[in-house]
């Protein structure tokens, strides 16, 4: 049992270097290209710790096609807007608000596959969706101030916190034939076959990271993966419903690293939101 935490708390603070990662990778390269060269990376690293850890059954079924297709578009929607933010935005205002995906695929799994909510995680939910709200609407106050508009890094946010929401229950019909990690990777292959093509039509620069480069974007896709690894072998030591709840502190941890790493200093309601929501996050766990 003290094992399976363990791991959950792990993959918290996998994905906890991995947002950190990816922001630098992001600043460094650009958006797209670090998140080419990212999921390149990723398609190995997953491909090696599936081989190592998952349990699979390849066997093909009729609306296997349509789950892919759909769990590819959230994809491809998640991680270019998600490097998109963690380039230009700050951390402890994008976090928050990427932390909601959590209530839209609490609401598509109710929706599409019949699950329910206990009132626990109900409330769960409501201070998830509270806290983004008091980040977002600040964040946008500030923004707008003198008369701009809302920044686009705040709609990217946005717009992640709709693809992961889309993203992880459409995976969760994915695991059964590719794994728990073998379906990110295959995600990954996915999003690489439809996203390069588009990304070369519009002459965007996709060549190699150099040197200095490689070691955040190496980061983000083995702290990524490794997330991933972790809450996977987790589960087999301890329930899940033990262990999602650690793995659910991927936010906390990131807005805590903001605030002590970076010297972030939002003003108080947005600090207050972000606890809410990281606080919500885990609830909705439970």
Not at 53 to 63: F, G, K, M, V, Y
Not at 113 to 141: D, P
Not at 209 to 217: I, K, Q
């Amino acid at each position: 049992m003290l094992a399976g935490v363990l791991l959950g708390l792990g993959a918290s603070a996998c994905w906890a270097l991995a947002n950190v990662a990816i922001a630098r990778a992001g600043q460094a390269l650009g958006s797209l290209r670090a998140l080419l060269w990212s999921q390149l990376a990723g398609v190995v690293m997953a491909a090696l710790a599936s081989a190592a850890i998952d349990q699979r059954n390849l066997a093909l079924w009729p609306s296997l096609g349509a789950w892919i297709g759909v769990a590819c578009a959230s994809s491809l929607l998640a991680y270019v807007a998600m490097f998109y933010a963690f380039e230009h935005g700050r951390l402890t205002i994008v976090v928050p608000i990427m932390s909601s995906w959590a209530v839209i695929a609490a609401a598509l799994s109710i929706a599409l596959f019949g699950e329910h909510l206990g009132a626990t995680q109900m409330a769960g939910a409501a201070a998830v969706v509270a806290g983004a709200m008091v980040v977002s609407r600040f964040a946008q106050g500030e923004s707008t101030k003198g008369g701009g508009s809302t920044p686009r890094w705040l709609l990217a946010a946005v717009g992640a916190a709709i693809g992961f929401g889309v993203l992880i229950p459409t995976m969760a019909r994915l695991v059964p034939v590719f794994g728990s990690v073998g379906a990110i990777g295959a995600v990954y292959v996915a999003d690489v076959v439809i996203g390069l093509p588009l990304a070369l039509a519009f002459r965007i620069n996709l060549r190699p990271p150099p040197a200095a480069a490689w070691l955040p974007v190496l980061a983000g896709a083995f702290f990524e993966t490794a997330g991933f690894a972790c809450i996977t072998i987790g589960g087999r030591y301890a329930p899940l419903a033990l262990v999602s709840p650690f793995a659910s502190l991927a936010s906390a941890l990131t807005v805590l690293y903001a605030w002590t790493i970076l010297r972030e200093r939002p003003a108080s309601a947005v600090l207050a939101g972000a606890a809410l929501v990281c606080a919500g996050v885990v609830i909705l766990a439970l």
